[in-house]
């Protein structure tokens, strides 16, 4: 499934997992879903911020994908879209952006189980980033914010939170003491190493623990091309063009 978004003048594609995804996309997601039960240790519930240190790096995307492979394991999944500014997994999922999150730290509306929206996939659900607020980190580190996420961890096994770059705004250091850790995305040939030094920086000035790294937008090396071609030689698992695409955590 691809969305479309605009973004200044181009359009820029979110892929979402699904039926036709390339299979080394579709394992990659696995191992980073893998690593992160293990980095959680195998706690039957979690709450993990997604961010990334500039715009345009794949956090929203990791997000997603994230959470489609934590629901195909059974777990009640909800994604959660902090980013106020410029909102997007409403977006990939087809859904309305409104009502959503800033309608229920504004108080316009008070039941967030009417506001959270199904998906297609099994097990996953999203609140929608709602009204754009004139004041995203202040209603995002506001009482009602904690209370919130309270009331969502009795009822969702996992909830992976979507923020904006956290060099640019300082919503997501706002949302730090409500999680159990981050995961910083990064993108080859885009994100600098002097990004990922400060963004690391802040996250370990606000003593938070760091779950991985997500590294993405990775260029399929001559090894890579021979792996593929054996495994569609031998085993049959691959279909197709292999994406240039990886990702460790």
């Given at each position: ?33 893998t ?54 997994i ?23 189980f ?52 956290i ?13 159990d ?20 920086n ?12 997500i ?20 085993n ?9 695409f990886?990702?460790?955590?």
């Amino acid at each position: 499934m691809w969305i479309r978004k605009r973004a200044k003048k181009e359009l820029k594609a979110i892929a979402i997992l699904d039926e036709t995804t390339n299979f080394m996309v579709r394992e990659a997601y696995k191992t980073i879903r893998t690593n992160l039960l293990f980095t959680l240790q195998n706690q039957k519930s979690g709450r993990v911020i997604i961010t990334s240190s500039a715009p345009d790096e794949g956090k929203t995307t990791s997000c997603c994908n994230l959470g489609i492979t934590l629901a195909q394991t059974g777990a009640k999944v909800l994604l959660i879209d902090c980013d106020l500014r410029k909102p997007l997994i409403h977006r990939c999922f087809a859904r309305t952006g409104e009502p959503g999150l800033s309608d229920l730290l504004a108080g316009i509306k008070e039941d967030p189980f009417e506001v959270i929206q199904s998906t297609d996939y099994e097990n996953l659900s999203i609140l929608c980033a709602g009204t754009l607020p004139p004041n995203p980190a202040e209603l995002l580190g506001s009482e009602r914010m904690a209370e919130l996420m309270i009331k969502l961890s009795q009822e969702y096994e996992y909830i992976l939170i979507d923020t904006p770059p956290i060099n640019l705004v300082s919503d997501a250091l706002t949302l730090l003491s409500l999680a159990d850790g981050v995961i910083l995305v990064v993108r080859q040939m885009r994100t600098s190493h002097p990004e990922v030094f400060n963004a690391l920086n802040s996250l370990n000035f606000a003593n938070t623990k760091i779950l991985g790294v997500i590294l993405n937008g990775i260029r399929i090396s001559e090894q890579d091309k021979y792996l593929k071609k054996s495994y569609k030689k031998y085993n049959g698992y691959l279909v197709g063009n292999a994406d240039s695409f990886r990702a460790h955590i």
